[in-house]
């Protein structure tokens, strides 16, 4: 029933921002990460103005940015408070284990990695989970990047085996555990993101460090997950990776990873698996990405794959510039094309229903 309704009221508002100016809807679907520590400094002021002005929907902590967990708190009050009525979403890698942004060095409860976890019982997850999204909540977070549901499938993988990020090789074992860690974090009001569509357990590269080529190497029962985490309505997010294949690309010329590819999100996520929900990428600074398109050419090539919100670490080289634009590269393309602010339309309805779902709206 909640799932109907979501998707009656994600039409309606679909509907509804048809008649709004893109200018209003194109900061959502904007995350952006940023520097500083304190609401004093300079790259949170200049982030707070960007959501204030209705240009980024989304923020994105990294570990550079917790100095306390006193001042993560402020510095996420002030960001909600920017703009009270339309709240940013405030997201972070807090999957346990090595990836974590908050630490015990700054008296976080840390947790085990999810290849621990995936030992014990869904149980026994679903309680471990709970500490961590209460913790979260009270920090003021109301997104996790997790949980993964990458299959365990080689143990030589750099950025998934190596750190200890899945829970196991079996996909229906990775689904209960996945599921658990997602209800655990809807009871705390937090929302989730499945991650590495379409699977990147597989690959013997990592997308940080460059184009990775999974053709011959990724299992359709990569995707299981996915489809049983759909089916349950325990999606609110899936996190597209960077990965190309050429089996579902057709080994075109422009070898579009999964992140930038109609044929993966439009065709797989959307058509096959019937996801409904927010599509967001991995980090756009990556190699895989920044190695071979620009700004512009990224912006444009995710929106019209079917991308919702385009995230952005803004690590790379820092730009407290960067979330307006991308904002602006939105709103140029949509006056130019009736099609692009269409998508962006779509992707505001999505956006806006699961941001009421979750209680992120007042």
Same mark, same amino acid.
């Given at each position: 029933?909640?799932?109907?309704?979501?998707?009656?009221?994600?039409?309606?508002?679909?509907?509804?921002?048809?008649?709004?100016?893109?200018?209003?809807?194109?900061?959502?679907?904007?995350?952006?990460?940023?520097?500083?520590?304190?609401?004093?400094?300079?790259?949170?002021?200049?982030?707070?103005?960007?959501?204030?002005?209705?240009?980024?929907?989304?923020?994105?902590?990294?570990?550079?940015?917790?100095?306390?967990?006193?001042?993560?708190?402020?510095?996420?009050?002030?960001?909600?408070?920017?703009?009270?009525?339309? #709240?940013?979403?405030?997201?972070?890698?807090?999957?346990?284990?090595?990836?974590?942004?908050?630490?015990?060095?700054?008296?976080?409860?840390?947790?085990?990695?999810?290849?621990?976890?995936?030992?014990?019982? #869904?149980?026994?997850?679903?309680?471990?989970?709970?500490?961590?999204?209460?913790?979260? =909540?009270?920090?003021?977070?109301?997104? @996790?990047?997790?949980?993964?549901?990458?299959?365990?499938? @080689?143990?030589? @993988?750099?950025?998934?085996?190596?750190?200890?990020?899945?829970?196991?090789?079996? #996909?229906?074992?990775?689904?209960?555990?996945?599921?658990?860690?997602?209800?655990?974090?809807?009871?705390?009001?937090?929302?989730?993101?499945?991650?590495?569509? #379409?699977?990147?357990?597989?690959?013997?590269?990592?997308?940080?460090?460059?184009?990775?080529?999974?053709?011959?190497?990724?299992?359709?029962?990569?995707?299981?997950?996915?489809?049983?985490?759909?089916?349950?309505?325990?999606a609110d997010m899936v996190m597209v990776g960077h990965l190309y294949n050429a089996d579902i690309e057709g080994g075109g010329a422009d070898r579009l990873p999964a992140s930038l590819s109609p044929a993966w999100i439009e065709g797989v996520l959307r058509d096959e698996l019937g996801f409904a929900g927010v599509v967001i990428t991995d980090d756009l600074e990556m190699a895989a990405i920044r190695s071979r398109f620009d700004l512009h050419d990224t912006v444009v090539r995710a929106v019209e794959a079917g991308?919702?919100?385009?995230?952005?670490?803004?690590?790379?080289?820092?730009?407290?510039?960067?979330?307006?634009?991308?904002?602006?590269?939105?709103? =140029?393309?949509?006056?130019?094309?009736?099609?692009?602010?269409?998508?962006?339309?779509?992707?505001?309805?999505?956006?806006?229903?699961?941001?009421?779902?979750?209680?992120?709206?007042?």
């Amino acid at each position: 029933m909640r799932f109907a309704l979501t998707i009656c009221f994600v039409l309606g508002l679909v509907s509804a921002a048809s008649a709004q100016a893109v200018e209003d809807m194109a900061g959502q679907m904007v995350m952006v990460g940023f520097t500083g520590t304190a609401i004093g400094d300079d790259g949170v002021r200049a982030l707070r103005d960007q959501v204030s002005r209705g240009e980024v929907g989304g923020v994105m902590f990294l570990r550079t940015n917790v100095e306390s967990l006193a001042s993560v708190r402020r510095i996420n009050r002030a960001l909600i408070a920017a703009r009270p009525w339309l #709240p940013p979403f405030i997201g972070l890698d807090q999957e346990g284990g090595q990836i974590e942004r908050l630490t015990s060095a700054v008296g976080f409860a840390e947790i085990p990695s999810a290849h621990a976890i995936g030992g014990g019982t #869904p149980e026994e997850a679903q309680a471990i989970y709970g500490g961590l999204a209460a913790d979260l =909540a009270r920090q003021g977070f109301n997104v @996790n990047f997790g949980p993964v549901v990458d299959l365990d499938l @080689n143990p030589d @993988n750099p950025i998934i085996a190596r750190y200890e990020r899945a829970f196991g090789t079996d #996909p229906d074992a990775v689904t209960a555990m996945a599921s658990a860690f997602v209800e655990a974090h809807h009871e705390a009001g937090v929302a989730t993101a499945l991650k590495h569509f #379409p699977g990147h357990g597989s690959s013997r590269d990592d997308t940080h460090e460059g184009f990775v080529d999974v053709t011959g190497l990724w299992q359709s029962v990569e995707i299981e997950p996915y489809r049983a985490l759909i089916a349950a309505h325990l999606a609110d997010m899936v996190m597209v990776g960077h990965l190309y294949n050429a089996d579902i690309e057709g080994g075109g010329a422009d070898r579009l990873p999964a992140s930038l590819s109609p044929a993966w999100i439009e065709g797989v996520l959307r058509d096959e698996l019937g996801f409904a929900g927010v599509v967001i990428t991995d980090d756009l600074e990556m190699a895989a990405i920044r190695s071979r398109f620009d700004l512009h050419d990224t912006v444009v090539r995710a929106v019209e794959a079917g991308v919702d919100i385009l995230l952005f670490s803004n690590t790379t080289e820092y730009d407290p510039a960067l979330g307006t634009e991308v904002y602006e590269i939105l709103v =140029a393309e949509a006056r130019d094309d009736p099609a692009f602010a269409a998508r962006i339309a779509e992707s505001y309805g999505r956006i806006m229903a699961l941001k009421r779902d979750m209680g992120i709206l007042p």
